[in-house]
């Protein structure tokens, strides 16, 4: 048992795959394709096909293949409209949505009003849901049905995120699915929308067959039959791709980059993500922090993470680019904040910190600590890509400025729990924003407070009044371009407190036949309407 | 016999409840599942709520008897991440994962046996020097090598068979379509590589003490054909081991083709199990562990009760 289990070991794997890909290069590769199908694989398990129970990267790509929402969003995670064709706020604390007309389900039920406040209803009532989406419809105060098309959603005071927050919620049909159990969808019963899609056949964690919804409202799908399987393990899905049983995969591994890029049989389509990978800092303590010592493995009276130039120095040691270049083979961009250029709410002119390691030395003398301090930095070995040598990496380039330091990879599941009771004192690990800078601030940056529920991520435990002002101020205000500031401000006021180290900005990349073409996604989503036959 | 029996069933009764106090104490102290399963811009408000909804937030004891006293009635609990019954979701995975270890075990009986009965009755022929060369590749390769080594070969580049996956299926079962017996082929040969090495060995070294032993020789003696000595007096005193080895393989084989299900996506249990445990699925876990600490017990008992139909000296032991 355990010499099977060894095998598992991530690096050895890696270490084969290069192997077994140079062959598979070196071998011509076959392309048999049906017009009208689409077979596709994607590297997470989908774990339902209700859409109101998990709330769940794959799950969410799955549900926007088969139902709507009120707003949909597009490739850079822009709102467009969806089942909704206008939005609007009627009062400050009231939102007005106008439904689109002549929407019918693939049972042949119309879409109304009525079905929306349904949606409502149901969305915090899920049993057993691991990861819920009631946080989407909790600000709504109440549901007043102006006619069969027109809804209107009072909240608490002014809520500019209404629209956001709609964004991830998947209107169901009121007559179908009034006592739908998760169940039912999974077992494809209940699995009934307005999408583009409607579900043939489901086996749990293994595959779906879709085909075409034909009265779709939107931009019809080329594809007649979708085949989307899940193959979890990185090198079976690149073999599959590879061997032409599957014409579409995602997550590709970047240590194949470049051999994938190469083969002129293949064509890959990738954008930057919203996903930033980043370290986060023990600010709370006073005095000693757990995993920071003196030189001799002694205690610091106080905790040097609390000086700003000692943050700074740990940020402007890393040479970003060369991790970007060489760990993340390319497939990352550098970045000194949480989002990339063009998406709302980006800071202008706050580049990713430029790597200096003789200023990061005359920091940390200025601090106090001209030789330097121990410390050990944590993080993940399986979650994002490359994490453990990632953080091996900048082990060694903190490790030259004097700051001493070990590297602990752990799994995920043990890794987790730790941050989150903040055992460590520096560690890294990743975060998949929404395009609206309250999103990160509020989970990230706010001061932890359990009755605002901000700071739920901020396992660091940053605070900062100021920072939480300005998230209070912008969280009231409605016009998007004056919340746009006040956000640009309070991340600018948190980054340059180096409140948290960012490193890069993952690239979201998708591998298929030459054949294909595809429309990245910002948001990670795989749905097979992006793909199109190569023109 | 029949105290022989309870005196088993009681044993596993025991081996059941400790292997569950151990897994419901091992997932607590790994790790918070909710903190794994739930989305991370969840607000602590939802947070607790999904502690409440998983049962998590009752005491560790408390969940233990919440858990056997729903098990007393047959119910393992739900999984927390497909809210499916665990048992219903396991049983599911369960007739995949069975074709490929009897398809494995089949294919490792075929080729095994015969090359170590060759290997250990002409142990000098070149032939039998390539056969225990061949078994040690087939010890030391690691599997998820070999099973990448195999897709690469025989769908890549001979585009023979497919790579991954389970094809059609007709009652639940791919062995009985083409389509589904080619998906087969080459995860069961994986799998199977491991085995035959082991078969060959086991054979071989049978045969070879065999074959010094005094009922041989004297049925030599006798005059009795070669073949005759062979297959039947050789052949039936070598199966007791392998028959036990080859039986407790199978209940590995069953319960731990996790690295050949994983690279070949094949849905079988033990691609469940290794998810479940990245996710901290207790309720899964938990259900696999026991339908798995079952399964040996059952396994146990056939190799007990194959031995004594094989060697009449095990039933007269028992008689006596």
């Known amino acids: ?100 007309r002549g929407v019918r389900f693939h049972n042949g039920n119309e879409f109304t009003a009525e079905d929306v406040a349904f949606t409502f209803r149901r969305v915090p009532n899920v049993p057993n849901s691991p990861s819920s989406f009631a946080a989407f419809v909790r600000p709504i105060r109440e549901v007043q049905v102006v006619d069969s098309h027109t809804i209107r959603l009072r909240t608490d005071g002014p809520y500019p995120l209404l629209p956001q927050d709609m964004t991830n919620v998947y209107i169901l049909d009121r007559e179908t699915h009034e006592n739908a159990t998760t169940e039912d969808f999974n077992a494809g019963r209940a699995a009934v929308g307005t999408g583009p899609f409607r579900v043939v056949s489901h086996r749990l964690g293994d595959r779906i067959e879709f085909e075409r919804n034909d009265e779709y409202f939107g931009d019809k799908p080329h594809w007649q039959r979708v085949n989307y399987r899940m193959i979890v393990n990185d090198s079976a899905r690149t073999a599959a791709l590879l061997a032409g049983d599957v014409e579409f995969i995602d997550q590709v591994p970047t240590a194949d980059l470049a051999r994938l890029r190469r083969d002129d049989r293949l064509y890959m389509s990738e954008v930057t993500g919203l996903r930033i990978i980043y370290l986060s800092l023990d600010h709370p303590r006073e005095e000693a922090s757990p995993f920071v010592t003196d030189n001799n493995g002694q205690p610091l009276p106080r905790n040097p993470l609390r000086d700003l130039r000692v943050r700074r120095a740990l940020s402007m040691a890393i040479d970003r680019q060369a991790i970007v270049d060489r760990v993340m083979e390319g497939a990352a961009t550098p970045s000194g904040q949480f989002f990339p250029p063009g998406i709302f709410s980006y800071v202008p002119d706050l580049p990713a910190p430029r790597f200096d390691a003789e200023g990061a030395r005359r920091l940390l003398a200025e601090a106090g600590f001209p030789q330097g301090f121990r410390i050990t930095l944590h993080g993940p070995n399986d979650r994002y890509p490359n994490d453990g040598r990632i953080i091996q990496a900048i082990g060694q380039m903190w490790t030259r400025i004097g700051v001493r330091t070990a590297v602990e990879a752990q799994p995920w599941t043990t890794f987790v729990a730790r941050a989150g009771r903040q055992e460590f004192s520096a560690f890294l690990i990743g975060w998949g924003s929404n395009p609206e800078g309250s999103h990160p601030l509020r989970n990230l940056i706010a001061t932890f407070n359990r009755d605002r529920g901000w700071g739920a991520s901020n396992r660091g435990r940053y605070s900062n009044p100021e920072v939480d002002a300005l998230l209070i101020q912008a969280l009231g205000t409605i016009n998007d371009g004056e919340r746009e500031q006040i956000l640009i401000r309070a991340q600018r006021m948190a980054l340059e407190d180096v409140a948290i180290i960012p490193l890069h900005i993952q690239t979201n990349i998708w591998a298929m036949r030459n054949h294909l073409r595809h429309d990245s996604r910002a948001d990670e989503l795989t749905r097979a309407q992006d793909v199109k036959p190569a023109r | 016999m029949t105290v022989y029996l309870l005196r088993r069933l009681f044993q596993s009764l025991l081996v059941l409840v400790a292997m569950s106090v ?299």
């Not at chain 1, 822009?78 to 009627?90: N, Y």
């Not at chain 2, 040690?136 to 195999?150: A, D, K, R, Y």
């Not at chain 2, 209940?251 to 050949?260: E, K, L, N, P, W």
Request: proline share 6%.
């Open chain 1, 1 to 100: 048992m355990s010499r099977r289990f060894r095998g598992l070991s991530g690096e050895k794997i890696m270490a084969w795959k290069g192997v077994a890909l140079a062959l598979a290069g070196a071998i011509g590769l076959s392309a048999p394709a049906t017009a009208q199908t689409l077979t596709m694989a994607v590297g997470a398990p989908v774990t339902s096909l209700d859409p109101h129970f998990h709330q769940l990267s794959p799950n969410n790509a799955v549900a926007a293949m088969v139902f709507d929402r009120l707003v949909n969003t597009d490739g850079q995670a822009r709102q467009v409209p969806g089942l909704a064709e206008s939005w609007s706020t009627v009062a400050p604390d009231t939102w007005e949505f106008k439904l689109r």
């Open chain 2, 22 to 320: 151990i897994v419901f104490v091992g997932v607590y102290a790994v790790g918070d599942p909710v903190e794994i399963l739930i989305s991370p811009d969840a607000d602590q408000f939802e947070r607790e709520r999904a502690i409440r909804a998983l049962g998590l937030d009752l005491p560790l004891w408390q969940q233990y008897l919440v858990f056997v006293k729903n098990a007393l009635q047959g119910d393992l609990g739900r999984s927390f991440v497909f809210s499916e019954p665990a048992l219903q979701l396991i049983l599911q995975k369960m007739p995949a994962t069975l074709e490929l270890a009897f398809g494995a075990m089949f294919i490792s009986i075929l080729i095994g046996l015969p090359l170590g009965l060759y290997a250990g009755l002409k142990p000098d022929s070149p032939g039998a020097k390539v056969i225990m060369a061949g078994s040690i590749l087939g010890f030391s390769l690691p599997t998820f090598w070999v099973g990448l080594m195999l897709i690469m070969v025989f769908a890549v580049q001979l585009g023979w068979l497919p790579s991954t996956g389970r094809g059609e299926t007709l009652w639940g079962w791919s062995f009985l379509t083409a389509n589904g017996l080619s998906h087969l082929l080459l995860p069961a040969i994986n799998l199977a590589l491991f085995k035959i090495s082991l078969v060959i060995r086991l054979t071989r070294s049978g045969v070879r003490e065999t074959m010094l032993m005094d009922y041989v020789k004297f049925a030599r003696a006798k005059g009795l054909s070669p073949a005759r000595v062979t297959y039947v007096h050789v052949f039936k005193n070598i199966l007791i081991p392998v028959v036990t080895v080859v039986g407790l393989e199978l209940g590995s084989t069953i319960a731990f083709s996790v690295v050949t299900e994983s690279v070949f996506a094949w849905p079988g249990m033990g691609k469940l199990i290794i998810d479940s445990i990245n996710v901290l699925d207790r309720p899964v876990i938990v259900a696999y562990l026991m339908i798995i600490v079952l399964m040996f017990i059952v396994i146990n008992l056939i190799v007990d009760i194959l031995y004594s139909v094989l060697d009449p000296r095990v039933r007269l032991e028992g008689q006596a």
